[in-house]
C-alpha cells in the first residue's frame, strides 16, 4: 500500500485525490477494542506502554480508513514530567494535587526533556512511523487551557481562579505562560524529531476569554509557540471551542491551519481570518447520532463550504464521544471521501 499523503498535501493547499478526513478523539470509548484495552490499563498506562498507545492510534485508521492518526496520549503527560501531580479520573478529567498558586510554583516546574522525560511517548512516535501508511499528527494542549487545569486543580465551568490570577498576579500568569510556551515548543519540536508529520495545538478551553483578554493574555504567548515552530519543516493546526469571537485574532498568528469548532459556518469563518490559512471541520458530534440522512446532509453543506476555497480537511467540531457507532464513522468517512462538487464520484 502506497503512503496516503492527502492530508498533509490539503494542509499546504495542494492539489488532493479526495478530501482528507480524520477525527478527533478518533482513538477512543466508542470502539469496543478500545473499551477491551481499558480494562487491563489506564489511560496513563496507555501513554506510558509504547506498543499498546501505538496499537490503539493504529486501530481507528484501520477500522475508519481516516487520512491521519492522531497520537494517543494525554495534553498533561508532559506537565506531569514538569512536576505536576496529576492523575486523570475516568469520567471526570484530570485531578491535581499541587495546584499553582504563586510564582514560587511556577519556578518549581522543571524545564521539559522530551527524550529523557517522556521516552515512552517518543518511542511511541516512532513506532508508528514506521507501521503507517498515513501521516501521524503529535498534539500538545496550549498553554491556557493547561495552565486553566493547573490553577484550578481539575476541570472546571467557569474558570473563576484561572482569571482572577490573569487580571490579579500578572507576574504569576505571565511566568507561567512563558514556561508552558517554551515547554510546548520543546514537545512538539521533540514529536516532530520523533516522526510525527504534523502538530495541533489543543486549546479547549481558550473561548472563556474575551478577544481583548485572549489579545492581551495570551497572544504573545502563543505567537512565539507558532514563531518557534515555523522551522520544524511540518504543518502547524490550532484547534479551541468556542472560538467564533477569537478568530479575528487568530488570523495574525503564523499557523498553518485554523480548526474550526461547530459553532461557526465555514465561510464566516473564512472571513473572519482570510483566505490564507487552510480550514479543518466542523461537523457537530452530536449530530452523529442522527438519522444517516441528516448527517449526509450536514457533512455536504459543510464539504460545500470548505471547498470554496483550497485547503481544506474535514474534521469535527470537537471529539467523538462514546455513543458513536463505528459504522456511521465508517460511512461518514467514505462519504467524505466520494463527495466532490456537489456530487458522488
Known sequence: MTFNDNFLRACRKQAVDHVPVWYMRQAGRYQPEYRKIREKYSLMEICELPEVGAEVTLLPVQQLNVDAAILFSDIMIPVKAMGIDVDIKGGY?????????????????????????????????????????VPLIGFSGAPFTLASYMIEGGPSRNYYKTKQMMYSAPEVWGALMDKLGSMVVTYLKSQVAAGAQAVQVFDSWIGSLSPADYRQYVFPTMQKIFAGLRDIGVPTIYFGINTGELLTVWKELPVDVI??????????????????????GNLDPAKLLAPWEVIEQNAKEIIDLGLEQPGYIFNLGHGLFPEVQVETLQKLTEFVHQYRNGVLV
Open 93 to 133: 478529567g484530570p485531578v491535581i494535587a499541587n495546584p499553582i498558586k504563586s510564582v514560587h510554583d511556577v519556578r518549581q516546574l522543571r524545564d521539559l526533556e522530551p527524550e529523557a522525560d517522556l521516552p515512552n511517548t517518543m518511542e511511541t512516535i516512532r513506532i508508528l512511523r514506521r507501521e503507517l501508511k
Open 259 to 280: 480548526g474550526v469548532d461547530w459553532r461557526v459556518p465555514l465561510d464566516a469563518a473564512r472571513k473572519r481570518v482570510g483566505s490564507e490559512f487552510v480550514l479543518q
